[in-house]
């Protein structure tokens, strides 16, 4: 890595941006539609395990994070990140998946946007500029997600537990990953377990819960969310989120 000396009087004009993928080709596109913007790509990142080597050494204005990532996954990377009182970055996740259940738990876990790798990359000089002045990178179609979710608020389930229940607190740590559609191996990983043991856990769930799949697990877990969630009383608090629309 280059030395960042200097970047205190850079800071004052120009935005220092991260960017963390796993394809050097995004990597050199975003890097090409930056530099006419004056904003300076600080540095890159191929894996999540260098993405929080690199936040950590160059200390940018905003990380523009991938999902998908060799090592560790970019909702684990964003954790970390937000968790480290060292780093004041501004986080965008970038996906080539829907924004649905992953957009909102972006957020959920600190980001301040999600955007699909779909989008005309032109504006994205626009739009990191918004993040910067304290705005949020969320698309339109996102936006309305988001305002159904708090409509409906049982569909922002995830990480939700009901009051009474015949599932453990890891076994609804495992349903959340299963809500997320995560394979056996991803659960693994993210919850630090072995293979075998998530099997287990996802065994006794569906016993428990008296269903034969997966999907039907999730499916069950959702009502008795949803059950708890409209018991007379019982107040369900959610985080809240300043959305500020930066992507038509």
Same mark, same amino acid.
Request: with cysteine; hydrophobic share 45%.
């Given at each position: 890595?280059?030395?960042?000396?200097?970047?205190?009087?850079?800071?004052?004009?120009?935005?220092?941006?991260?960017?963390?993928?796993?394809?050097?080709?995004?990597?050199?596109?975003?890097? =090409?539609?930056?530099?006419?913007?004056?904003?300076?790509?600080?540095? /890159?990142?191929?894996?999540?395990?260098?993405?929080?080597?690199?936040?950590?050494?160059?200390?940018?204005?905003?990380?523009?994070?991938?999902?998908?990532?060799?090592?560790?996954?970019?909702?684990?990377?964003?954790?970390?990140?937000?968790?480290?009182?060292?780093?004041?970055?501004?986080?965008?996740?970038?996906?080539?998946?829907?924004?649905?259940?992953?957009?909102?738990?972006?957020?959920?876990?600190?980001?301040?946007?999600?955007?699909?790798?779909?989008?005309?990359?032109?504006?994205?000089?626009?739009?990191?500029?918004?993040?910067?002045?304290?705005?949020?990178?969320?698309?339109?179609?996102?936006?309305? =997600?988001?305002?159904?979710?708090?409509?409906?608020?049982?569909?922002?389930?995830?990480?939700?537990?009901?009051?009474?229940?015949?599932?453990?607190?890891?076994?609804? /740590?495992?349903?959340?990953?299963?809500?997320?559609?995560?394979?056996?191996?991803?659960?693994?990983?993210?919850?630090?377990?072995?293979?075998?043991?998530?099997?287990?856990?996802?065994?006794?769930?569906?016993?428990?819960?008296?269903?034969?799949?997966?999907?039907?697990?999730? /499916?069950?877990? /959702?009502?008795?969310?949803?059950?708890?969630?409209?018991?007379?009383?019982?107040?369900?608090?959610?985080?809240?989120?300043?959305?500020?629309?930066?992507?038509?």
């Amino acid at each position: 890595m280059s030395s960042p000396q200097g970047k205190s009087a850079d800071r004052q004009s120009r935005l220092r941006v991260l960017v963390v993928d796993d394809d050097p080709l995004v990597c050199r596109m975003i890097r =090409d539609v930056l530099r006419p913007a004056d904003i300076l790509v600080v540095g /890159e990142a191929h894996n999540g395990r260098d993405a929080l080597r690199a936040a950590r050494y160059y200390n940018p204005d905003i990380v523009l994070l991938d999902v998908v990532l060799p090592g560790l996954d970019g909702i684990t990377v964003l954790e970390q990140m937000v968790a480290d009182d060292q780093l004041e970055a501004k986080i965008v996740v970038l996906s080539v998946r829907g924004e649905g259940d992953l957009g909102y738990l972006a957020l959920r876990k600190g980001a301040d946007g999600y955007l699909n790798k779909e989008l005309d990359l032109t504006v994205l000089p626009r739009v990191l500029r918004d993040v910067a002045d304290g705005g949020a990178a969320v698309s339109r179609t996102l936006t309305a =997600d988001l305002a159904r979710r708090l409509r409906e608020l049982p569909e922002a389930s995830v990480g939700m537990r009901p009051v009474r229940s015949v599932l453990t607190t890891r076994e609804w /740590e495992v349903v959340d990953q299963l809500c997320l559609g995560r394979s056996t191996a991803e659960i693994a990983s993210t919850l630090v377990l072995s293979i075998e043991t998530v099997r287990t856990h996802v065994k006794n769930i569906m016993r428990k819960l008296k269903v034969h799949s997966r999907a039907a697990a999730v /499916e069950a877990a /959702e009502r008795l969310r949803v059950g708890d969630a409209l018991q007379p009383g019982r107040e369900t608090q959610l985080p809240a989120e300043d959305v500020a629309v930066s992507v038509s």
